[in-house]
Every structure is written in C-alpha cells, then in structure tokens.
Nanobody
Framework: QVQLVESGGGLVQAGGSLRLSCAASERTFSTYYMGWFRQAPGKEREFVASISWTGRITSYADSVKGRFTISRDNAKNTVYLQMNSLNTDDTADYYC????????????????WGQGTQVTVSS
C-alpha cells in the first residue's frame, strides 16, 4: 500500500508561484497514475491535474490550465505540481492521490491519498 506525503504549501501573494511535492513510499511508484486534487473551505474536493506512468500524458482542470504543471520523477518516487500566476481562488488544501486504474478526474478513481498541504493565496 503506497503512502503519500505532500509538502511545499504555504502563503503566497496573488501572482506568485509555489511548487508542491508528493513523495511516495512505494518502490513501484512508476506503476501508479498520479493526481492532484484540492479542497477549498466549504467546498467539495475537486480535480486539479493527473499524470500517466511515464509522464507523457497529463490532464488539467480548466481552471488551472496554462498556469499549473504536473510532472513526476519516478527515480525519486515524487510527483510535483508547479503552480504559477496564483490567485485567491486557488486557496485550498491540496492532496495528491495514486491510482492503479487510470489517470482519472474523479475521486473514486484513486485508492490512495495523502494528508494534504495547505495553500493560501493573499490578495
């Protein structure tokens, strides 16, 4: 069972950037599809981005397309989320997730979840 630990969250001004990391415990990390989700206060958890085993196929929510980039380093068992041009709507807890099925956009596509890292964007 893979364990996921997110890091890199924090407070940033609007227009700024952050890079989130998610380290996986599993040696077979390269066989997992990975995703990032976020949950703002009072809202449901929503899809942000996903990436295939090799990293060649990525998918993004419309709200972050062109601003966020998901990537992975299988040698380091880590997936990243580079977030640029942040705005206050990006304020949320960010979660990484792992799937053995598909790089999906739904919560139920993912069996394993991290504890989350908080991102706060100030105006």
């Amino acid at each position: 069972q893979v364990q996921l630990v997110e890091s890199g969250g924090g407070l940033v001004q609007a227009g700024g950037s952050l890079r989130l990391s998610c380290a996986a415990s599993e040696r077979t990390f390269s066989t997992y599809y990975m995703g990032w989700f976020r949950q703002a206060p009072g809202k449901e958890r929503e899809f942000v981005a996903s990436i295939s085993w090799t990293g060649r196929i990525t998918s993004y929510a419309d709200s972050v397309k062109g601003r966020f980039t998901i990537s992975r380093d299988n040698a380091k068992n880590t997936v990243y989320l580079q977030m640029n041009s942040l705005n206050t709507d990006d304020t949320a807890d960010y979660y990484c997730a792992a799937s053995t099925l598909r790089p999906g956009v739904h919560l139920e596509d993912y069996a394993y979840w991290g504890q989350g890292t908080q991102v706060t964007v100030s105006s």
